[in-house]
């Protein structure tokens, strides 16, 4: 009878530390798993808030040089006192033979994406090159016109362009085409005119063979946004540890706990001495 009790007694202890160690093994797995399902929350409330940016001015006009004509590819900045706040524009080239202008446009972001940048009414000084150009503008969402002059030179209008006039059929002569005949108002000629784009100099006039060739406002700074926040693949990969953690950590505890059950039926006594 002594024998069975102290085999009994060693059993019931083997199970109790067994279990606290249990225990303690799951209480860290769900505390790792809670803290990385809190950390994935934190970050997906975090990554819409830091995308969010005011709207950038778009600076844009003609550039004239009484020395002579700016040729296209001269860097362009913007600053806002000495703070850059714009910057990856080029001059460029628009309209054909004599009426050829050089402009520019560039995106001068808010004050909400870099500290001391565009507030409303803020002074925007243009840099063209080496050179600051004297007239400067004025910070405000959306376009904003501004042709830069050199020297002595007068502000260069942006050249429009008119549509190639369509031939206007005479009264009698509609009817059926003959074969390989175009079809009178097919083929572009008499359709729809496409215009230069909303924002871009000249916007809403039409536009023939070409086009005007000036950046479009608000395009500059697009491919260096990249928006911010943390990927919601990162989420998900946290989410799924924090499960893989607590999975591993109970098929843990269910093999310790066989482990033990096993080891205790080892310590029983024969049952001829009990």
Not at 201 to 219: D, K, M, N, Y
Not at 221 to 238: C, E, Q, S, T
Request: proline content about 9%.
């Amino acid at each position: 009878m002594t024998l069975s009790r102290t085999c009994r007694t060693l059993g019931m202890a083997v199970k109790s530390r067994t279990q606290d160690e249990t225990m303690t093994h799951l209480r860290g797995a769900f505390v790792a798993a809670a803290a990385a399902v809190a950390g994935a929350v934190a970050l997906l409330a975090a990554a819409p808030a830091s995308a969010q940016f005011d709207p950038p001015s778009t600076v844009f006009g003609s550039v004239a040089d009484s020395a002579g004509p700016v040729p296209e590819g001269l860097p362009v900045e913007a600053y806002i006192g000495d703070t850059l706040c714009g910057k990856d524009g080029k001059t460029e080239y628009t309209g054909e033979g004599s009426a050829r202008v050089t402009v520019y446009a560039i995106d001068v972001v808010a004050d909400s994406q870099i500290k001391g940048c565009g507030r409303s009414g803020a002074e925007v000084r243009i840099k063209i090159g080496d050179r600051f150009a004297p007239q400067t503008a004025r910070w405000q969402p959306g376009p904003v016109q501004l042709d830069v002059t050199f020297g002595s030179a007068t502000p260069a209008p942006i050249p429009t362009f008119t549509p190639t006039p369509t031939r206007t059929p005479a009264p009698g002569a509609t009817g059926t085409p003959a074969p390989g005949q175009a079809t009178p108002g097919s083929g572009g000629q008499g359709g729809s005119v496409a215009t230069i784009p909303a924002g871009s100099p000249g916007a809403g006039s039409p536009v023939t063979g070409g086009g005007v060739t000036s950046a479009t406002p608000g395009q500059q700074n697009a491919a260096g946004d990249d928006g911010g926040g943390f990927p919601v693949w990162g989420v998900i990969v946290l989410v799924l540890g924090a499960i893989a953690a607590v999975g591993g950590g109970a098929g843990w505890v269910l093999a310790r706990n066989r482990q033990s059950a096993s080891d205790s039926d080892d310590l029983d006594p024969p049952g001829g001495l009990g």
